[in-house]
C-alpha cells in the first residue's frame, strides 16, 4: 500500500536530514579504533572498552530520548541532540589537532555519543507518531536507506582523508551536524507530542521494565545488537590487522555495505510485508550467522566483500523490524518510551560488542584469526532462535500481518 503523499513528503525532509547527518558523522566516527590503536597505541582491549563506555552512554541517552519525544515532541528532541553533538564533534577535532590525551579524547567521544544519540529515538519515535501501521515498516526501511546512502559515501572519503589527517575528519563531521540542525529547524515539520500534560520522571520512565513479554523482545534485540556493533570497529580491525587491508579498501567494504541497502532495501521490505515480523527478524540474524562466519575465513578484499554483503541482508531485515515490533508492541501514548527502551536494549548489546570483541582480537587472534567470528555466528545463531520462538507469543497484528485476510490465515494456522 503506497504512502499518502502528504506523510511521503514529509518523510522525504526528514530522509534527506538522516542522509547529510551520517554522512558527515561516517566520516570519521569508524575511524577512531583504529586512530587509537594505530596512531596512539592503545591495546585493542582498552579501545574495546572505550567504544564500550560509549556505546553505553548512547544506550541511556536512547531511552531519554524515547521518553522526552512522548513528552516535548520529537523535533524539538532532535534539534537539541544534534546541535550538542556537532559543538562536541568540532571541540574534539581541536582537541584532537591540539595532541590532547587519548583520555581526554576518549571522554569527548563518549559525550558526543551520547548528546547525539536523543536524536535517533526521537526519529524513530517521530516516524510512529506520524505514520499508520501499514507504513511504519516501509518507513523505517527508507529510514535505514537513508542511512546507508550516507554510509555509502562517508567512509569511502574518510578512509582517504584518514589517511592525510585525522583531526580534519572530525572537523567535517562536526560542520555536518551543524547542517543537519539547520536542516531539521527549517525542513522537518512537527509531529505532536504524546504526553504533553507529562513531566518527566525516571521512575515512570523505568516503568516499561515491568512488561516481561516487551523486556524478552529486548533481551533478543540486544543480542543481535552485539552482533551488529562488529561491522564498524572489530572488522574494521580485523581486515587492517589480520586481512592487509588498508584504510582506503576498509572504507570501500562500509561503501559496499552502504550501497546494498540503498538497493535491495525497498524489495526487501515490499517482501517482509506479507510476512510475520518474528519470521523476518529470524531470518535476518541467520544472514548475519553466515556473513560473520564467513569474515573468519575470508583472506582477501573479494572474499571479504562477499562476507559484508551476506552481512548486509541480515541488517536489511534486522533493522526496519525491530523498530517496527517495538512499536506494535507499545501502548498508543507510550510509543516513544518504548522505541526508547528498545534502543537502549540494543545499543547496551552493541556497547558489549566491541568490548567483546576488541578482547577477542587481542587474545584470540593471535592464535586463531577465525575464532572471533565464529563466537559472533554463534550469537546471532541464538538470536534467530530467540525472535523465532517469541513470534508464538504474539497475536498477528502485533506480528506485523496488518492485513485481515493475512491475519485470519496466520490465526487459522496456530489454531490448527
Known amino acids: 500500500m503506497p504512502m499518502k503523499t502528504g506523510f511521503a513528503a514529509r518523510l522525504w525532509a526528514l530522509l534527506v536530514c538522516q542522509c547529510v547527518l551520517v554522512s558527515g558523522l561516517a566520516l570519521s566516527y569508524p575511524f577512531f579504533a583504529l586512530y587509537l590503536h594505530r596512531q596512539r597505541g592503545l591495546p585493542m582491549g582498552?579501545?574495546?572498552?572505550?567504544?564500550?563506555?560509549?556505546?553505553?552512554?548512547?544506550?541511556?541517552?536512547?531511552?531519554?530520548?524515547?521518553?522526552?519525544?512522548?513528552?516535548?515532541g520529537s523535533k524539538r528532541v532532535m534539534e537539541a541532540s544534534v546541535g550538542a553533538r556537532g559543538l562536541v564533534v568540532v571541540l574534539m577535532s581541536w582537541a584532537m589537532a591540539g595532541g590532547a590525551a587519548a583520555g581526554g579524547l576518549i571522554l569527548l567521544h563518549v559525550l558526543g555519543g551520547f548528546c547525539g544519540s536523543f536524536y535517533?529515538?526521537?526519529?524513530?519515535a517521530w516516524i510512529a507518531a506520524s505514520c499508520s501501521e501499514r507504513e511504519r515498516l516501509a518507513?523505517?526501511?527508507?529510514?535505514?536507506?537513508?542511512?546507508?546512502?550516507?554510509?555509502?559515501?562517508?567512509?569511502?572519503?574518510?578512509?582517504?582523508?584518514?589517511?592525510?589527517?585525522?583531526?580534519?575528519l572530525f572537523a567535517v563531521s562536526?560542520?555536518?551536524?551543524?547542517v543537519c540542525l539547520a536542516m531539521v529547524r527549517w525542513l522537518v515539520s512537527s509531529a505532536a507530542a504524546?504526553?504533553?500534560?507529562?513531566?518527566?520522571?525516571?521512575r515512570e520512565a523505568a516503568?516499561?521494565?515491568a512488561d516481561r513479554r516487551f523486556m524478552r523482545f529486548c533481551l533478543f534485540a540486544g543480542l543481535i545488537g552485539a552482533v551488529m556493533a562488529q561491522l564498524v570497529v572489530s572488522l574494521s580491525v580485523h581486515c587492517v590487522r589480520y586481512a592487509g587491508l588498508s584504510e582506503a579498501r576498509v572504507g570501500l567494504l562500509f561503501t559496499l555495505n552502504g550501497v546494498l541497502v540503498v538497493l535491495l532495501q525497498a524489495p526487501a521490505t515490499q517482501a517482509a510485508r506479507r510476512l510475520r515480523l518474528s519470521a523476518v527478524l529470524a531470518a535476518g540474524c541467520l544472514f548475519y550467522a553466515a556473513g560473520?562466519?564467513?569474515?573468519?575465513?575470508?583472506?582477501?578484499?573479494?572474499?571479504l566483500a562477499a562476507a559484508v554483503a551476506v552481512v548486509t541482508l541480515g541488517e536489511i531485515t534486522v533493522s526496519p523490524g525491530l523498530h517496527t515490533m517495538a512499536v506494535n508492541l507499545a501502548p498508543e501514548k507510550l510509543r516513544g518510551r518504548y522505541l526508547g527502551?528498545?534502543?537502549?536494549?540494543?545499543?547496551?548489546?552493541?556497547?558489549?560488542?566491541?568490548?567483546?570483541?576488541?578482547?577477542?582480537l587481542q587474545y584470540l587472534s593471535p592464535v586463531w584469526s577465525a575464532a572471533p567470528w565464529l563466537a559472533v555466528s554463534l550469537l546471532a545463531a541464538a538470536a534467530s532462535w530467540g525472535f523465532r520462538d517469541f513470534g508464538r507469543r504474539l497475536n498477528p497484528r502485533e506480528d506485523g500481518l496488518y492485513d485481515e485476510g493475512l491475519a485470519q490465515g496466520a490465526l487459522a494456522e496456530v489454531m490448527t
Do not use: H
Open 46 to 72: 582498552l579501545v574495546g572498552a572505550a567504544l564500550f563506555a560509549m556505546l553505553s552512554a548512547t544506550a541511556v541517552g536512547q531511552a531519554l530520548g524515547g521518553e522526552l519525544s512522548d513528552i516535548l
Open 120 to 124: 535517533d529515538s526521537a526519529v524513530r
Open 139 to 168: 518507513a523505517y526501511g527508507k529510514l535505514r536507506v537513508a542511512v546507508n546512502l550516507g554510509w555509502a559515501v562517508g567512509p569511502a572519503l574518510g578512509g582517504l582523508m584518514a589517511e592525510r589527517s585525522y583531526p580534519m
Open 174 to 178: 562536526g560542520a555536518a551536524c551543524l
Open 194 to 202: 504524546a504526553r504533553p500534560e507529562s513531566r518527566f520522571s525516571w
Open 207 to 209: 516503568g516499561v521494565a
Open 292 to 303: 560473520y562466519g564467513w569474515v573468519g575465513f575470508a583472506g582477501s578484499f573479494a572474499a
Open 341 to 360: 527502551f528498545q534502543g537502549l536494549s540494543w545499543q547496551l548489546g552493541a556497547a558489549f560488542g566491541p568490548l567483546l570483541g576488541g578482547l577477542a
